[in-house]
C-alpha cells in the first residue's frame, strides 16, 4: 500500500508541478503531446545489421538517454496519458524491442535493468513455442515480465499481414492471444504490425481484437492526433543508429496531420497522390519539406492547411517512405512519415 500511495502522489506531484509550470508561461518547455518511440531488434548480432545494433551503438545510446534531458517512460503510460490528453514531460522516450531475440536477454536486459529503464517487448508466440535457436525462453519472458517489462504482441508467426487473408489475421491474433494467456497469464494491450506492414482490414481486425494501439515501423513523433493504430517508431539498426540519428529521434517534435490520402498505405495507384492536412497548431505550413530516397526532394503544393505531394515516378519495392519535415522551436524539427506497400 506504501508503494502505491507513494506512486498515486509523484504522480499527482507532476501534474501539480505541470499546472505550476503553464501558469508561469513555461509550460512548453516542460509538458508535451508527444513522445518518440525507439525501436530495436538484435543486440551486438553483427551477422544480421539490418535489424542489430552494435553494442557500442547501444551504450552510447542509452548514455544519451542518461543525459538528463530525456524521460525514459514505459510505453503503456506513455499511450494512457496521450489517449486521456495529459501533459507528458517535454523529450519523453520509449524503447521498444521486437521479436524476442536471445540477445535481447543477454545483452540489452542486463543493461536496462541495471539503469531500471523501462521497455517493451513485442513477441511472436510460435518462434518462441518451438524453441527456435537465437530466440529467447517462455521462462526468460516470464523473468523479464515479472521485473516489470511490459510485453506487446506481434501475432503468431510473425506473417506479412497485408498479404494474408483477413481471417488468417484474426487467427494470427487469436491463437497468439491464447499462447499469451496460458505462458504468462494474460493478453497483451499493445500490438506491434510485424514488418510495419498492415492494411485499413488489418488495422480493423486489431481494433477488433481489443488491442487499445498498435504501431508500425515508420518514423516519427508519436502524439495520436490521427489515432492510435498506426503509431510510429524510429528503427535503430547499425546503419541507422548513430547519435546523429538518435538525437534528431529524441529531439524531434510532431508534425501532426489528418484526412490523409489515401488512406490505406497499400498502393492501389502508383505513384500515389499523397495528400494530408496540417492539424491547426502547425504554423509553418509553407516551410513544409517532404523527402523519399529514390527521388529525394519532392514536389509539394500547400493550400491553406492541405498539402499535396506528388513523386516524379513509381514507388519501387515491397516497401517504400515518405518522410516529411517542418522546422519546430528551438531549431527542433518536426516528423511524419509514411510507409507505403506494393502489393
Request: hydrophobic share 40%.
Amino acid at each position: 500500500m506504501g508503494a502505491l500511495l507513494r506512486s498515486k502522489f509523484l504522480k499527482l506531484y507532476m501534474m501539480v508541478m505541470l499546472v505550476i509550470a503553464y501558469a508561469t508561461g513555461v509550460g512548453a518547455a516542460l509538458a508535451a503531446d508527444h513522445a518518440s518511440i525507439l525501436m530495436y531488434h538484435r543486440f551486438g548480432e553483427t551477422k544480421y545489421p539490418t535489424t542489430n545494433i552494435r553494442l557500442e551503438q547501444f551504450d552510447a545510446h542509452l548514455e544519451r538517454l542518461q543525459s538528463g534531458d530525456f524521460t525514459v517512460w514505459p510505453l503503456p503510460r506513455i499511450v494512457e496519458y496521450l489517449q486521456s490528453g495529459q501533459p507528458l514531460p517535454d523529450r519523453t522516450v520509449a524503447i521498444t524491442i521486437d521479436d524476442a531475440y536471445l540477445s535481447v536477454y543477454q545483452e540489452a536486459w542486463p543493461r536496462l535493468k541495471a539503469l531500471n529503464m523501462p521497455f517493451t517487448l513485442f513477441v511472436a508466440t510460435q518462434p518462441i513455442d518451438a524453441n527456435r535457436y537465437g530466440y529467447m525462453t517462455w521462462d526468460q519472458i516470464r523473468e523479464l515480465q515479472s521485473a516489470g517489462v511490459t510485453i506487446g504482441s506481434q501475432t503468431r508467426t510473425h506473417p506479412h499481414m497485408h498479404q494474408i487473408s483477413i481471417e488468417r489475421s484474426k487467427s494470427e491474433i487469436a491463437e497468439s492471444n491464447a499462447r499469451f494467456i496460458a505462458e504468462l497469464g494474460l493478453r497483451p494491450d499493445l500490438f506491434a504490425y510485424p514488418y510495419g506492414e498492415y492494411d485499413m482490414q488489418v488495422i480493423q481486425a486489431v481494433m477488433d481484437a481489443g488491442f487499445i494501439a498498435a504501431f508500425g515501423q515508420n518514423s516519427g513523433i508519436a502524439h495520436g492526433y490521427n489515432g492510435f493504430y498506426e503509431l510510429p517508431r524510429f528503427a535503430m539498426n547499425e546503419q541507422y543508429g548513430t547519435l546523429s540519428r538518435l538525437d534528431l529521434a529524441i529531439n524531434g517534435l510532431p508534425l501532426k496531420v489528418d484526412q490523409i490520402t489515401p488512406e490505406d498505405v497499400i498502393l492501389d495507384q502508383n505513384p500515389p497522390i499523397y495528400g494530408f492536412t496540417l492539424a491547426p497548431d502547425m504554423d509553418k505550413p509553407k516551410q513544409l519539406r517532404c523527402f523519399n530516397s529514390i527521388y529525394g526532394k519532392l514536389d509539394v503544393t500547400i493550400m491553406g492547411r492541405r498539402a499535396e505531394i506528388r513523386l516524379p515516378g513509381p514507388l519501387n519495392g515491397k516497401r517504400a517512405r515518405v518522410n516529411c519535415t517542418m522546422p519546430g522551436e528551438d531549431g527542433r524539427w518536426r516528423w511524419f512519415g509514411r510507409q507505403f506497400l506494393n502489393r
